[in-house]
């Protein structure tokens, strides 16, 4: 099958085109020029230059394929560059559809989040829920995945944590460090993306997908400190009434880790009963602790 991805050289592209291709599957990756050297090119891959943002790039380029992987999605905006959730999750969703529909492909298979809603309290949430309004009101044979926070080599929150505790005494705790989310392993959600393709049972269906345990943020710093070698890690708990103010003022810098819009996700939590999905899909979610043995070390 020949399956059309966008977003293919990001941290879930990767690993979705890694199994397409493994799985006999044709990727035709849709890549901004000047992106190309992002992409593993490898037996299978096709490449294709346009952008979801640019809906005359998307003319034909869909042509010869059987299914759409929409994966394109941002976590941090920058507004001075054009790079805003309204664009890259609603409008750049509202492009492909369009671009789908028109040129005759019928699957297609949408990367959402755990914690999309109408009356969110984050922008991020409300565009992805927006997004889905776009997909489940179209005329093509949907699939919806809803992943909680997504871990695996080359991932950014846990090697960005990994980092910190290599080179810091003391790690720093927003507020007390009991919100919770379920670490779910990039190989599974990318499998149950390629498994789709093939099980029409899932068309019109939306799975949220969560790893085995429900754990607090010091549970998984205390996770990622067993998996260095670490035999405690020293935490410091940052009052949430100082640090609300400190985020506010520096999200714009590019090189300050947190913004306003993931401290409210993050305090929110991210956990969904796992049952569902993996039963559908027929996978033991792998656990944080087993997975991060592979990419993390002292």
């Given at each position: 099958?020949?399956?059309f ?9 990767t690993e979705?085109?890694?199994q397409?291709?493994?799985a ?11 992106s ?7 037996t299978?891959?096709?490449?294709r ?7 005359e790039?998307?003319t ?6 059987a299914?759409?992987?929409h994966?394109?999605g941002?976590i ?18 509202h492009n ?5 529909q028109e040129?005759?492909v ?13 009356q969110?309290?984050t ?14 009101n ?11 926070m ?14 910190m505790?290599r ?10 460090g009991?919100?919770r989310?379920?670490p779910v392993?990039?190989e ?10 093939e099980m ?12 085995p ?8 710093l205390d996770t990622?400190?067993m ?13 949430l ?6 985020v506010s003022?520096?999200?714009g ?10 401290l409210?996700?993050?305090l929110e ?8 999905w ?5 996978i033991?979610?792998?656990s944080?602790?087993?997975?991060i043995?592979?990419?993390i070390?002292?």
């Open positions: 099958m020949k399956v991805v966008t977003g293919s050289t990001g941290f879930v592209g979705i085109v890694r397409l291709t493994s006999g599957h044709v990727a035709r990756c849709l890549v901004r020029p000047g190309d050297h992002k992409l593993e090119i490898r299978g891959v096709e490449v230059h346009g952008d979801v943002c640019d809906p790039s998307l034909e380029i869909l042509t010869g394929c299914a759409v992987i994966l394109v941002i941090r905006e920058f507004p001075h560059k054009g790079i805003t959730f309204a664009k890259l999750h609603t409008e750049a969703t492909l559809i369009q671009a789908a040129q005759g019928k699957r297609y298979i949408h990367m959402s989040a755990n914690g999309a809603r109408e969110a309290s922008d991020y949430h409300r565009t992805k829920w927006a997004a889905e309004q776009f997909v489940r179209s005329e093509l044979d949907w699939t919806i995945f809803r992943p909680s997504i871990f695996g080599p080359q991932d950014q929150f846990v090697t960005m944590l990994a980092d505790m080179k810091l005494p003391v790690i720093p705790v927003m507020g007390d009991q919100y989310m379920a392993a990039v599974d959600v990318a499998r149950s993306f390629v498994q789709a393709l029409p049972e899932t068309v019109g269906k939306t799975y949220q997908c969560c790893g345990e429900a754990l607090t943020y010091e549970e998984i990622i400190g998996a260095l070698g670490k035999q405690a890690v020293t935490k410091i708990h940052q009052p009434f100082l640090m609300k103010p400190i003022i520096l999200e810098l590019p090189q300050f880790p947190i913004t306003r819009t993931q409210t996700m993050l939590g991210n956990v969904c009963e796992p049952g569902p993996p039963e559908a899909f027929g033991a979610p792998t944080l602790s087993e997975g043995q592979k990419y070390s002292p």
